[in-house]
């Protein structure tokens, strides 16, 4: 959504980093380009002028005029005040003290609040809370259904005892939520209320007599990226007339410039808490400023990156993989498959890539990358039997036939596959003897020298001309890099592009181990 913004920024950057020096005519003249950039992303006004007063002010002062690089300064200046003008710091839901806690959603309709109260439960319901989703919007046909339905694929309860198209009382359906949670052992309630296409008397009327019934802890206003300047109207008009604690941010994965949405915050003074990122109930998370003023800006977001993988890998299948490797049993196409399912629940490859720092910088090729590659690799290795995905070298002629009419693909394509395979599995079993296996540390010295021990007692195939004992060194990396899973030297699977200049992984072939007490390459 913010790519404009972004485009706009780093050209901004791009200007300020030939400089040796910063004069007032720079500083002047970049004001006026991040001016420019914020008013076209929709910023509100009032927001784009305490902005770029703020950013004047702290350029013009000693800090910069002494640095070495003042254009880096700059940039930083500007990353700092827009966390800043985004929240500053990540605000969290206040829970009560006494439970159930209550958090109502308000909004225009359209907005996605019936969506959201499935994506907030099902959230909620992963923070280790019982939530319970309250249908108190009766006025939108099948709006009850469709809470039922959403509350159905999170897995979460819901509250309907009235079937809504205009029938029901919300204000009381709402309150005794209440009771009706505290019976059931739900410790938190999440109320959708009804909206309007536009702001009117009886939309706030309800809205006020709802928040009066249950007194919530937390009134989310609920609002779309992607309706402009019409935002901040819409939400100083909630405000005024219904209050609100936290504001959640809808739609993000349009291509609306945003802008104004971001300027919500600053006119109602009210935090941006969450930020939904698509249509699936997944596509939910707590919204952080300062990782959002770094998308902005180019910068990457290797924290969200983290938090994605871990919660796509299991720890107990991550120690079972380094067990595996430890005991020489050796890495499967069952292996794979079951690393690459992980890496495609964390979501469209393109977007996990864009959260690499500079990934800016190919934003094209980025496009280009279809997530089909890995479905159409995974269909020929679930094309395969048992017997095959535990012993690649089995596969003959005729079974790579069979297995590329199987998945719908070439012979070609298999071939390609599983020659990158053998070489990947080759690499990770002497790494694993060699190395160390990742989370396990570091082979020790004495393991390491039982292990040559025992090597040498097997046909002294240990020992070259002469007695010596040959260096250990890293294999040649595969072309293509490890399929689907790893990316070693910066490549990706099928013709994925590389990392940006900078940003490679090390260049594994360049290690050896000489010398068993010292790692160090070269040494």
């Known amino acids: 959504m913010f790519e404009t913004l972004s485009d706009r920024l780093d050209k901004v950057f791009t200007g300020l980093r030939g400089k040796g020096r910063l004069t007032d005519a720079d500083i002047d003249a970049t004001a006026r380009e991040i001016r420019i950039a914020l008013l076209e992303a929709d910023v509100a006004l009032p927001a784009v002028r305490a902005f770029i007063a703020a950013v004047k002010d702290r350029a013009r002062g000693e800090a910069v005029s002494q640095a070495l690089n003042p254009a880096q300064q700059v940039i930083k200046i500007v990353n700092e005040e827009l966390v800043e003008i985004l929240g500053g710091e990540t605000r969290r839901i206040r829970l009560a003290k006494q439970s159930p806690t209550v958090i109502m959603l308000a909004g225009l309709q359209g907005a996605g609040k019936t969506t959201l109260a499935g994506k907030l439960g099902r959230w909620l319901k992963s923070q280790g809370h ?38 029901g009382d919300p204000v009381r359906v709402a309150a005794e939520s209440i009771e009706h949670a505290r019976r059931t052992m739900h410790d938190v309630v999440v109320v959708d209320t009804a909206g309007r296409l536009g702001i009117d008397a009886e939309l706030m009327a309800q809205a006020a007599a709802i928040r009066d019934a249950v007194q919530p802890d937390e009134t989310l206003f609920v609002v779309d990226a992607m309706i402009g300047q019409d935002a901040v109207t819409t939400a100083t008009a909630f405000q005024e007339g219904v209050g609100f604690s936290g504001v959640v941010l809808t739609k993000l994965d349009g291509d609306a410039r945003g802008g104004a949405a971001l300027s919500v915050r600053y006119v109602t003074g009210q935090p941006i808490m969450f930020a939904s990122t698509g249509e699936k109930l997944a596509d939910f998370d707590v919204f952080h400023p300062e990782r959002m003023a770094s998308r902005i800006l180019g910068m990457g977001d290797v924290l969200t990156l983290i938090e994605q993988a871990e919660q796509a890998f299991d720890a107990d299948q991550a120690e079972k993989m380094a067990g595996k490797l430890a005991s020489r049993e050796g890495f499967t196409l069952e292996d794979f498959l ?186």
Request: net charge positive.
């Open 130 to 167: 019982t939530p319970l989703l309250v249908a108190a919007d009766l006025q939108r046909p099948n709006a009850v259904t469709q809470l039922s339905v959403v509350a159905g694929q999170a897995g979460v309860d819901v509250f309907a005892p009235e079937p809504g198209n205009g029938v």
């Open 338 to 523: 079951e690393q690459m399912m992980a890496i495609r629940k964390m979501g469209p490859i393109a977007n996990l890539l864009g959260m690499l720092p500079g990934a800016g910088a190919m934003k094209e090729q980025l496009k280009q990358i279809d997530d089909r590659d890995l479905d159409r690799t995974a269909a020929i290795i679930r094309s395969m039997t048992p017997a095959e995905r535990v012993n690649s070298k089995i596969i003959n002629a005729s079974r790579r036939v069979r297995i590329a009419n199987g998945s719908g693909v070439s012979v070609t394509d298999v071939n390609q596959l599983l020659e990158r395979f053998a070489q990947a599995q080759k690499m990770m079993g002497q790494m694993a003897g060699s190395m160390g296996l990742p989370g396990m540390g570091p082979m020790s010295k004495k393991a390491r020298g039982r292990q040559m021990q025992a090597q040498s007692k097997k046909g002294k195939k240990g020992k070259g001309k002469g007695g010596a004992r040959r260096p250990i060194s890293s294999p040649a990396l595969p072309p293509g890099g490890l399929p689907g899973g790893g990316f070693p030297g910066g490549a990706f699977p099928g013709g994925m592009p590389g990392l940006p200049p900078g940003q490679q992984l090390p260049d594994l072939t360049k290690l050896r181990f000489d010398q068993p007490g010292d790692e160090r390459p070269g040494r």
